[in-house]
């Protein structure tokens, strides 16, 4: 990106704005899918990483996630927006357990959910 920002703020600033058009095109594709019928709702998680200048700016939403390989590591550098992981961090399930739930895809948050995203 040549042209694109290099303060944090800024950086900043344009992923909001990215995250807002994705969330709003999802949004009202999915508003005019359920008023013809053809669906109830849509949604969409979101992973985003922004390389710049040797620099790294990741956003997510949903229970899409990032993970950073290095050398032979690998690590989850983003916390899941989902049912399990709030029953998890609460301490009402294990790790083990979640692992076979049948509520392992349930989202908290999304792109297009019918709350405005701010």
Known sequence: MKDSPSHPSAVAALIENVVKRANRAIYLEGTKRAESGQ???MGSTLALL???NNHVTMAHVGDSRIYRLRGQHLEL???DHSLLQEQI?????????AATSHNRHLVTRGLACRKKWR
């Open 39 to 41: 669906e109830q709702a």
């Open 50 to 52: 922004l390389f710049q």
């Open 77 to 79: 550098m983003t916390h």
């Open 89 to 97: 961090d609460q301490g009402r399930l294990s790790a083990e357990a």
